[in-house]
Nanobody, 115 residues
Framework: QVQLVESGGGLVQAGGSLRLSCAAS????????MGWYRQAPGKQRDMLAA???????NYADSVKGRFTISRDNAKNTVYLQMNSLKPEDTGVYYC?????????WGQGTQVTVSS
C-alpha cells in the first residue's frame, strides 16, 4: 500500500501561480510513474501531467506550456508547478502513483482560480 498526500492548493487570482506537492510513502516511489489529475465540479477526472521513473513527461494540451511536472526521488515527492492559471483550472487536484497494475490516489487538494 502506498499513501499519497497532496498539498499546496488554495485560492489564486487568474494569471497567478501555485506549486502542488505530493508526498508518497514507502520505498518504491522512484520506479513508479506519477501523475497529476484534475476534477472540476460535475466533470470527470482528467490527466494533466505525468512523469515516468526515467523522467519523461507528458502533458494534456490544456496545460502544455503552463504547467510543469517534476519529481524528487530522494524526497519521494512529485510536484506540479502551475503558472498563468485560468478560472477553468479550478478543481480538485489529485496525484496518482502507477506501477504495473497498481494504482494509488491521494485525497486531493482544492485549487480555485478567481477571475
Amino acid at each position: 500500500q502506498v499513501q499519497l498526500v497532496e498539498s499546496g492548493g488554495g485560492l489564486v487570482q487568474a494569471g497567478g501561480s501555485l506549486r502542488l506537492s505530493c508526498a508518497a510513502s514507502g520505498n518504491i516511489f522512484s520506479v513508479a510513474t506519477m501523475g497529476w489529475y484534475r476534477q472540476a465540479p460535475g466533470k470527470q477526472r482528467d490527466m494533466l501531467a505525468a512523469i515516468t521513473s526515467g523522467g519523461s513527461t507528458n502533458y494534456a494540451d490544456s496545460v502544455k506550456g503552463r504547467f510543469t511536472i517534476s519529481r524528487d526521488n530522494a524526497k519521494n515527492t512529485v510536484y506540479l508547478q502551475m503558472n498563468s492559471l485560468k478560472p477553468e483550472d479550478t478543481g480538485v487536484y489529485y496525484c496518482q502513483f502507477a506501477l504495473g497494475l497498481r494504482r494509488y490516489w491521494g485525497q486531493g487538494t482544492q485549487v480555485t482560480v478567481s477571475s
